[in-house]
């Protein structure tokens, strides 16, 4: 489901960010979070400990995936992710030129000890399991898993989850895809794991896997834009809590805080919603499978 490099450049990422100014409210005091909202001096840059005073670091993976980031850049200010990115880092009073984008492999974002980031925003599904090593902002978008093929794969016709049983599937490791193969589908042959997305979607061009699993919206890019036949099987069913992605903090992190009330915000006054429909677009209808 599941990326990131280079210093920041303007052109991109300011129009983004002069187009989420027009959208923000002239009163940013409203916060879900207890503590102070991010317009107050707690959550101003020169009072934030961030790795750089008056800097903001922020985390991805590389390669940067299609549509959370655009061209394999970051800094742009395209794709969903990276928007996103950047609206947090204006609510809490970072221009463009006082961000810092930093390469982080998925697995070492979440593994326990010390980061190199402030934040790291790469698909990162909330889970019990990985808060015991990290923090989560709050959730900045709600997601599904996908099954994905080609056509002519045995499974390009599957309805449902018995009709993936005997299905060899893939995918990223240390993800919630991988996840909701072994939880969800539950096949008879254990899923194979990849590095990344690519390895991935190449053992399914070259028919190492029958299908792979990925998050809705890379799935609706892959088989639209990747991939010669690309098909979507479908959607998965959501199991307990709905999924959700969060921006990924050190463990015990000063600036938890901060970061979750600029999300909290973003998603209070629309601005998530405009980045999502801008960036997302036409992700919503794929079959469910039961």
């Known amino acids: 489901m599941v990326s990131r490099n280079t210093l920041i450049t303007t052109g991109g990422a ?3 960010l002069a187009a989420l100014a027009a959208c923000a409210p002239a009163d940013e005091t409203t916060a879900s979070t207890p503590s102070a909202s991010a317009s107050t001096n707690a959550c101003a840059p020169e009072t934030l400990q961030t790795k750089t005073a ?27 992710e990276s928007a996103v990115a950047y609206a947090v880092a204006q609510r809490l009073g970072y221009s463009t030129e006082n961000v810092t984008w930093i390469s982080v492999t998925f697995n070492n974002a979440i593994a326990p000890g010390p980061k190199a ?13 990985r808060r015991q090593a990290v923090d989560f902002s709050s959730p900045y978008y709600l997601v599904k898993q996908t099954v994905i093929t ?32 072994t939880d969800v589908i539950k096949p008879a042959t254990d899923p194979q794991v990849f ?40 959607q998965l069913a ?27 915000q973003l998603r209070q006054d629309g601005t998530l ?5 801008q960036w997302l677009a036409g992700t919503g209808g794929a079959p469910e499978l039961s």
Not at 124 to 129: H, L, P, Q
Not at 273 to 277: D, N, P, R
């Open 273 to 277: 919603a405009v980045l999502e429909k």
């Open 117 to 129: 980031y402030d934040f790291d925003i790469n698909e990162f599904s909330i889970t019990d399991e």
């Open 54 to 80: 008056g800097k903001l670091t922020i985390g991805t993976d590389n390669p940067a995936y299609e549509p959370w980031f655009s061209d394999n850049k970051p800094s742009n200010g395209k794709g969903f």
């Open 195 to 234: 590095n990344n997305n690519d390895d991935a979607k190449a053992a399914l061009v070259n028919k190492t896997v029958d299908g792979i699993v990925v998050d809705l919206p890379t799935a609706f890019y892959m088989t639209g834009a990747e991939l010669d036949n690309g098909i979507i099987v479908g």
């Open 150 to 181: 080609v056509k002519g794969s045995k499974i390009a016709g599957a309805k449902s989850l018995a009709d993936l049983k005997n299905a060899k599937l893939g995918a990223q490791v240390g993800t919630t895809s991988y996840q909701a193969i």
């Open 14 to 16: 300011a129009l983004v």
């Open 238 to 264: 959501s199991v307990g809590t709905p999924e959700q992605f969060g921006l990924v903090l050190d463990k015990g992190s000063s600036l938890t805080t901060c970061v979750s009330t600029a999300v909290d």
